[in-house]
Antibody, heavy 122, light 113 residues
Framework: QVQLVESGGGVVQPGRSLRLSCAASGFTFSNYGMHWVRQAPGKGLEWVAV????????EYADSVKGRFTISRDNSKNTLDLQMNSLRVEDTAVYYC???????????????WGQGTMVIVSS | DIVMTQSPDSLAVSLGERATINCKSSQSVLYRSNNKNYLAWYQQKSGQPPKLLIH???TRESGVPDRFSGSGSGTDFTLTISSLQAEDVAVYYC?????????FGGGTKVEIK
């Protein structure tokens, strides 16, 4: 079945780095732009970043621009998020999400992973 | 950035009664060339990822019960649960995908009265 599985979360000190990964299965990963969305504890959803299907285009939320880097490996069906210079306010569950259609990444998200928790704390 | 504002923040509804959630965008999310509203609704139950209920403002996702319906256009949208069931207890979010950055409303918590 169509599935997204995130990994790589954990506890990290402010200023340090962490790399998240999302493994996709059950669909043609290379056809879809892919997103990261996060949710701070007890808070709402915040879009973080997107990588186009072919890896040529990417966009970031202002809150993470210059610190986070999204990447993908279509040969391995994986989406990564390299998070540098982490801040306490980056503490959240990080979800990878797939848009509903493959011809653009500007669609609603019909497939979500279960999420991976990142805690930034000294 | 398009700001999405939901109301109310929470509501308690009796089983079998109607629940109505509102979502307002700071600018229109109606794409004139295809007459589609780039607006989605999600349901998030405790400890779970969000689940897509409705996209294009009123198109129900496959498998979503027909008691869920979406309406509205331009900047004002509504999610209606026609007859609330116990399993509908959740937080509901609207989202615009008209322009980047994609943005979500703050959420509406639905409980049983």
């Amino acid at each position: 079945q169509v599935q997204l599985v995130e990994s790589g979360g954990g506890v990290v000190q402010p200023g340090r780095s962490l790399r998240l990964s999302c493994a996709a299965s059950g669909f043609t990963f290379s056809n879809y732009g892919m997103h990261w969305v996060r949710q701070a504890p007890g808070k709402g959803l915040e879009w973080v970043a997107v990588k186009s299907y072919d890896g040529r285009n990417e966009e970031y939320a202002d809150s993470v621009k210059g610190r986070f880097t999204i990447s993908r490996d279509n040969s391995k069906n994986t989406l990564d998020l390299q998070m540098n210079s982490l801040r306490v306010e980056d503490t959240a569950v990080y979800y990878c999400a797939r848009p509903h259609y493959s011809d653009s990444y500007m669609y609603a998200f019909d497939i979500w992973g279960q999420g991976t928790m990142v805690i930034v704390s000294s | 950035d398009i700001v999405m504002t939901q109301s109310p923040d929470s509501l308690a509804v009796s089983l079998g009664e109607r629940a109505t959630i509102n979502c307002k965008s700071s600018q229109s999310v109606l794409y004139r060339s295809n007459n589609k509203n780039y607006l989605a609704w999600y349901q998030q139950k405790s400890g779970q990822p969000p689940k897509l209920l409705i996209h294009w403002a009123s198109t129900r996702e496959s498998g979503v019960p027909d008691r869920f319906s979406g309406s509205g256009s331009g900047t004002d949208f509504t999610l209606t649960i026609s007859s609330l069931q116990a399993e509908d207890v959740a937080v509901y979010y609207c989202q615009q995908y008209y322009s980047s950055p994609l943005t979500f409303g703050g959420g509406t918590k639905v409980e049983i009265k």
